[in-house]
Every structure is written in C-alpha cells, then in structure tokens.
C-alpha cells in the first residue's frame, strides 16, 4: 500500500514540472496577469481661440445665444457707455445702432462715415464684422466688434472702441447774410416758429412743410446772401427737402398777404437739422372778397371755402392727425332747409391716404345747435338714398375722418340711380385726381341747389327703400327735407404754385343710365363741366373767394381739359 502511495506522488510531481517547460524542456515563464483597465477622463471640449485682427483689439467670450443669460453674457467695453447683449439671436444696446461690413478683420474694415445701412439690432453670424454707433444729443461714440465663433451659448467676439464724436448744434450754423438767425430742428423741437407769421414751419421725415407755405429750391447757391430774387423763381413745391447746404425761397400765402423768408439747410444729421433763415419781404394782397377771420374757426379763410352768408350757420369739422389737428370738412348749414348750403374740404398729402374702411357710423351732428340736425327717421321711407355731400371715400385716412362724414347734417336726398350712380361717377373722378400725384393739393366744394328745389316731384323708379320718391310744392320731401332740384362740384388744383379750376352741374334725375357700379365715362362727365364763373352764376356763390384776386379772377374764368388727368 505504501508503495503506491509513493508511485502516485511521483506521477504528481512530473506532472508539474512537465507542464512548466516547453517541448524541448525549457522552463516556461509565468504568465502575466493582466491588470484591470481603469476608465479614460472625457476629453474637456477646447474654446476656439480669438484671433486679433487689429493692433490694440480686445478680446470677450458674450453667452445667451441659445439661452439670452443675461448674468456676465453682455459686453460692457471700457470707454463705452453702454453694454451690448443678445437677444433673439442678435446683437442690441441701449441707443446704439448697428451697420455690418463686408471685410473679414477689424483692420480692414471701412470708415464710419461711409456706412449707410445703420439697424437697430445685427443677426449674429460668425466672421461678421460690424461698426456699432452709440448717440446723444451731444456725441456718437464708435465701437468695432468682429464675431469670431459662435459655439453653444457662447459667441466670442473681437472688439476695440474706436472714436468720440462731438454732434454739431445751432452755435455751429454759419451766418451767410447779416441779421440772419439760426433754429436747430432735433428729435423733440419739430416746429419752427416765425416771427410776425401764424403757422410754423414743420420737419416731419426728411422735408419741411407747413400750412399755407411752398418752397422752392435755389439751385448753385450756397449761402442766403447769393439768392437771386424770388419773383425769378418757379417751381414752387408744398415741401423742402432736407438736404445738405440746399437753399430755398419760402413762400407763406394767406388770402390778404405773402411773406417770403430765405431758408438754408446748415446741416444734417440724422435727427438733427440745422437751418439759417432771415425773413424778407411781406406784401399785402389785393382781395376784395376773402372771408374775414372768425374766432375758433380756423379755417374759414382756407382756400376750400365759398364766401361766408352771414344768414346760415357755419360749422367746421375737424380731427387730429398725426398731432396736427387739420381740417376734415367745413358746412353752412340753411336751417329752414334742414339742408347744407355747401360742404367743402381738401386733399392733401394726409387726408387723400387710404387707411381706413367705411364705418357706416350714422350720427346727429352735435355741432348744429339742438334740434336743427336731422335723424334717421327724417330719411326712411321716402324713396330717396341718404346721399353723401362729403363722401365716405373722400376721408378714409383715418376713422375719425370717415366717421364724421355719416353725420346727418352731410346728408342730402338723392334719387338711388344718381346717388350710386351718375353723382357717383363724378365722385370718383375726384378721388382719382386727388390721389393721381399729380398735384400738391386738390379743393373741393359740393353741393345740392336749396334756393332751387325739386317741386311737386313724384319718381318712376322706386328707391332701394322701395317707396317711390316724391316732393312736395315746396320741394320737400315726405319727410320735411328739401330736395335740390341740381348738384355741382367745384375743383380747385394746386401744384408749385400754380392753380387750375373746373365746375360741374348736373339736375338731379333719375334717368341717366348709370347704376351702382356701372359709371359715367369721362368724354360723359366732360359734357357737364364748365367755368367757375359760370358755375356762380349757376348757384349764386362765390367759390374760392380765399385766392389773391389776381389769381381767382384767373383760374376762375376759363377751364380747360388739359388740365386735369381724365
């Protein structure tokens, strides 16, 4: 038993050793035991590097591309006055403006005084370079920045403030004629007011303009004192334009005087408008007729008006526009008619724009003493159309303006056909010249005969109420209203100081041919015009008795076709 023993530890020891050797009986090494991998640190994302494209350049890293942070995102440079920050995925600052370049370094890039395109906020896109201008009243302040990478939240950028402009004022307007004064227009002072004349001078975009004043432009002349002499001038224009060292004649006209000022424009600068003038000469203008002033209507001697009948009542409709109050429409009101005389307004610049829809707001007009205005119930059922004297397409620049012109008191009762129809036409005609650009301004009075009435009247054609029209002896309607037996239209253009008249005068019937939508052709409505002259003849008023007399006894005389845009 021992003996097998000792036979099976000797089997055990060959065994290992026979297993650490190779086949020739080397001694194999150990084996190496490998030692556990231990995981890598992730790699820290490496900030692009800001390369400086220009001597004396900074460097900052802004953040709220993604975000808009506002903790440490803005840039806040030194000399600076404001911070610039990010929003919406742009650059902005308080009072700054902003005009990119085409160049890829801050060293490359253009003055800036040659940038035009000036935003108030700038897209931020990498290798943009910008010019960003900071303004007071006093100063612009210029800052370069160049966006160098956009990476996350984050948009490094290059930058370098650059100069300190000072902002020029009235004490820098040149005096070029002895006893000259100087007026600085900015972004709060608009209005220029002159001594000895009533109505300023007024800076609104890029022109001056004002009511009652033309402007006509000298050109080759630099200073007040080389103007040559107003009456040489001629294309008189109702505005300035605001250019650099422009000079001009001012004309301010009023029905019994003219006042001309030398105006030239010193500087220009953005917001700001320097301008050296000197009054020149005031001569008073012969007109026999002009309506005299009336206190707390400022309108009356507006070249729009007829003269004034003491005997009626006389009412001015006006609305604030643009924070000018203007004249909207202005009436005489023949009470015993329960009818106006008259209306009569203008286009203009402002009241022949388009922005406003027809309200259809039917209103007493509270402007007419209590009781004298019509209502509703004086126009149903009578077979007649409430029809417009001032129309609602005449004023729809704004809803004040459109709404006044549903007043009661504007209403006249017209047969359906002609209303929407033949009266129409013309109307439209108008509105056409009014709004061509063809002139400066454009006058109109409108009206329905109350001294000839339609009398003892009974219609073949129902209205759209129905009902067949009817008058009565006196020519009133079933409803106490005085039916005009004719209608008419004065026009009156202006352009650069130049004016042209046309009269129209139709009898109020029913059997024209045109409808709502179907209107009278231009070789038609020629067939109805006529002088001035004539058409006072016709009615009994005195048209345009504002205009210098020399000029009303002109235009007024004679019309011709040529004249106006059919």
């Given at each position: 038993?021992?003996?097998?023993?000792?036979?099976?530890?000797?089997?055990?020891?060959?065994?290992?050793?026979?297993?650490?050797?190779?086949?020739?009986?080397?001694?194999?090494?150990?084996?190496?035991?490998?030692?556990?991998?231990?995981?890598?640190?992730?790699?820290?994302?490496?900030?692009?590097?800001?390369?400086?494209?220009?001597?004396?350049?900074?460097?900052?890293?802004?953040?709220?591309?993604?975000?808009?942070?506002?903790?440490?995102?803005?840039?806040?440079?030194?000399?600076?006055?404001?911070?610039?920050?990010?929003?919406?995925?742009?650059?902005?600052?308080?009072?700054?403006?902003?005009?990119?370049?085409?160049?890829?370094?801050?060293?490359?890039?253009?003055?800036?005084?040659?940038?035009?395109?000036?935003?108030?906020?700038?897209?931020?896109?990498?290798?943009?370079?910008?010019?960003?201008?900071?303004?007071?009243?006093?100063?612009?302040?210029?800052?370069?920045?160049?966006?160098?990478?956009?990476?996350?939240?984050?948009?490094?950028?290059?930058?370098?403030?650059?100069?300190?402009?000072?902002?020029?004022?009235?004490?820098?307007?040149?005096?070029?004629?002895?006893?000259?004064?100087?007026?600085?227009?900015?972004?709060?002072?608009?209005?220029?007011?002159?001594?000895?004349?009533?109505?300023?001078?007024?800076?609104?975009?890029?022109?001056?303009?004002?009511?009652?004043?033309?402007?006509?432009?000298?050109?080759?002349?630099?200073?007040?004192?080389?103007?040559?002499?107003?009456?040489?001038?001629?294309?008189?224009?109702?505005?300035?334009?605001?250019?650099?060292?422009?000079?001009?004649?001012?004309?301010?006209?009023?029905?019994?005087?003219?006042?001309?000022?030398?105006?030239?424009?010193?500087?220009?600068?953005?917001?700001?408008?320097?301008?050296?003038?000197?009054?020149?000469?005031?001569?008073?203008?012969?007109?026999?007729?002009?309506?005299?002033?009336?206190?707390?209507?400022?309108?009356?001697?507006?070249?729009?008006?007829?003269?004034?009948?003491?005997?009626?009542?006389?009412?001015?409709?006006?609305?604030?526009?643009?924070?000018?109050?203007?004249?909207?429409?202005?009436?005489?009101?023949?009470?015993?008619?329960?009818?106006?005389?008259?209306?009569?307004?203008?286009?203009?610049?402002?009241?022949?724009?388009?922005?406003?829809?027809?309200?259809?707001?039917?209103?007493?007009?509270?402007?007419?003493?209590?009781?004298?205005?019509?209502?509703?119930?004086?126009?149903?059922?009578?077979?007649?159309?409430?029809?417009?004297?001032?129309?609602?397409?005449?004023?729809?620049?704004?809803?004040?303006?459109?709404?006044?012109?549903?007043?009661?008191?504007?209403?006249?009762?017209?047969?359906?056909?002609?209303?929407?129809?033949?009266?129409?036409?013309?109307?439209?005609?108008?509105?056409?010249?009014?709004?061509?650009?063809?002139?400066?301004?454009?006058?109109?009075?409108?009206?329905?005969?109350?001294?000839?009435?339609?009398?003892?009247?009974?219609?073949?054609?129902?209205?759209?109420?129905?009902?067949?029209?009817?008058?009565?002896?006196?020519?009133?309607?079933?409803?106490?209203?005085?039916?005009?037996?004719?209608?008419?239209m004065a026009i009156l253009s202006e352009k650069g100081g130049e004016y042209h008249a046309v009269g129209f005068w139709m009898e109020?019937?029913?059997?024209?041919?045109?409808?709502?939508?179907?209107?009278?052709?231009?070789?038609?409505?020629?067939?109805?015009?006529?002088s001035i002259d004539d058409l006072e003849k016709n009615t009994g008023l005195d048209f345009f008795c504002n205009l210098p007399d020399?000029?009303?006894?002109?235009?007024?005389?004679?019309?011709?076709?040529?004249?106006?845009?059919?």
């Amino acid at each position: 038993m021992k003996k097998y023993w000792k036979i099976l530890f000797l089997f055990v020891c060959l065994t290992v050793v026979s297993c650490g050797r190779d086949d020739s009986g080397s001694i194999l090494p150990e084996p190496e035991v490998p030692e556990p991998e231990q995981p890598e640190d992730p790699e820290q994302p490496v900030k692009p590097e800001i390369e400086l494209t220009e001597e004396g350049s900074l460097t900052y890293v802004m953040k709220g591309y993604e975000t808009e942070a506002t903790d440490g995102g803005a840039l806040q440079p030194e000399g600076f006055p404001v911070a610039i920050g990010i929003k919406d995925k742009s650059l902005q600052g308080t009072s700054c403006v902003f005009a990119s370049s085409a160049a890829r370094k801050l060293v490359d890039m253009p003055n800036y005084d040659t940038m035009h395109d000036w935003k108030n906020t700038l897209s931020i896109v990498e290798g943009t370079t910008c010019w960003i201008r900071y303004t007071t009243d006093a100063e612009y302040r210029y800052l370069k920045l160049r966006i160098a990478y956009i990476s996350g939240d984050e948009v490094g950028v290059e930058y370098k403030v650059s100069d300190v402009i000072e902002r020029l004022g009235a004490e820098d307007i040149e005096q070029t004629l002895e006893g000259s004064s100087a007026f600085l227009f900015t972004s709060d002072v608009s209005q220029l007011s002159i001594q000895t004349i009533s109505s300023p001078i007024i800076k609104m975009d890029n022109f001056l303009s004002g009511e009652n004043y033309s402007f006509a432009v000298c050109e080759g002349v630099s200073s007040l004192s080389a103007m040559p002499a107003w009456e040489s001038m001629s294309g008189w224009d109702s505005k300035a334009e605001l250019k650099d060292g422009a000079v001009y004649w001012v004309s301010y006209t009023l029905p019994t005087s003219r006042t001309f000022l030398r105006l030239r424009i010193a500087f220009v600068d953005m917001d700001k408008v320097g301008v050296e003038y000197k009054l020149d000469i005031q001569e008073e203008i012969q007109n026999t007729n002009a309506n005299d002033p009336i206190e707390g209507k400022s309108f009356v001697t507006d070249y729009s008006m007829p003269y004034l009948n003491p005997e009626n009542y006389y009412v001015e409709h006006t609305v604030t526009y643009g924070g000018k109050r203007i004249l909207n429409y202005a009436y005489e009101w023949v009470e015993s008619k329960k009818h106006t005389a008259w209306v009569a307004f203008s286009f203009d610049e402002t009241t022949s724009q388009k922005n406003v829809s027809r309200s259809d707001a039917w209103a007493t007009d509270l402007e007419l003493p209590g009781g004298w205005c019509p209502e509703e119930s004086n126009h149903k059922s009578d077979g007649f159309d409430k029809g417009h004297l001032c129309a609602s397409e005449d004023r729809v620049y704004s809803k004040e303006a459109n709404e006044q012109t549903f007043f009661y008191s504007n209403m006249s009762p017209q047969m359906s056909s002609f209303n929407g129809g033949f009266w129409a036409s013309f109307e439209i005609l108008v509105q056409k010249w009014a709004r061509s650009g063809e002139y400066d301004k454009v006058y109109v009075v409108k009206g329905g005969t109350v001294d000839q009435l339609l009398v003892n009247f009974t219609g073949t054609r129902r209205g759209n109420d129905g009902v067949l029209p009817q008058t009565d002896a006196n020519g009133f309607t079933k409803k106490g209203l005085a039916c005009p037996k004719y209608y008419f239209m004065a026009i009156l253009s202006e352009k650069g100081g130049e004016y042209h008249a046309v009269g129209f005068w139709m009898e109020h019937r029913d059997d024209y041919g045109y409808e709502y939508n179907n209107f009278a052709p231009s070789d038609v409505m020629k067939g109805y015009a006529l002088s001035i002259d004539d058409l006072e003849k016709n009615t009994g008023l005195d048209f345009f008795c504002n205009l210098p007399d020399n000029v009303e006894n002109v235009v007024e005389s004679i019309w011709k076709e040529t004249d106006w845009a059919w």
